[in-house]
């Protein structure tokens, strides 16, 4: 998993509540979290109100660190996606790292391509631009 300023940490190494952010641009109102296994659906709750958290849901099934796929002990990690207000994204991830039961939380930092594919079929496929959101529309038919 890609965190702090570029560093590659994965799930189980949770930084400490005062590690520093990367001050990449990340979408407001929004932080994502990993819940160690075990974690009661009260202590969910508890650690849902410790951000402020108007909403929570799953972002898919449990997952292991990348480099304990093959470890059958290393615990998995679920993860969540909590709303926050707008301008706590940071204030809210700097209290959750230091809830027990949290393996990790971060902004969601944007990504953004920086290159063009170089195969020379590219502008031939199917896909809609990633570029331009007002072109992208339902192809014709005839």
């Known amino acids: 998993m890609l965190a702090q300023g570029g560093e590659v940490r994965h799930p189980g190494a949770r ?4 590690a520093r952010l990367s001050p990449g641009p990340y979408r407001t109102g929004v932080v994502l979290i990993g819940l160690r296994q ?3 659906a009260a202590r969910r709750h508890a650690i ?3 951000a402020s958290a108007a909403a929570a849901g799953r972002l898919g099934p449990p997952i292991r660190a990348a480099r304990a796929q093959r470890a059958a002990h290393h615990p998995l990690v679920t993860p969540l996606l909590l709303r926050v207000p707008r301008q706590g994204v940071l204030a809210a ?3 959750l790292r230091g809830e027990p039961g ?9 990504m953004r391509a920086d290159a063009t594919p170089n195969d020379p079929s590219f502008p031939l496929q199917w896909a809609p631009s990633l570029g331009d959101p007002e072109r992208e529309r339902e192809p014709e038919r005839r």
């Open 15 to 18: 930084p400490g509540p005062h």
């Open 38 to 40: 075990g974690i009661s």
């Open 48 to 50: 849902e109100r410790a």
């Open 93 to 95: 991830v700097h209290r």
């Open 102 to 110: 949290v393996a990790y939380a971060e902004p969601d930092y944007l």
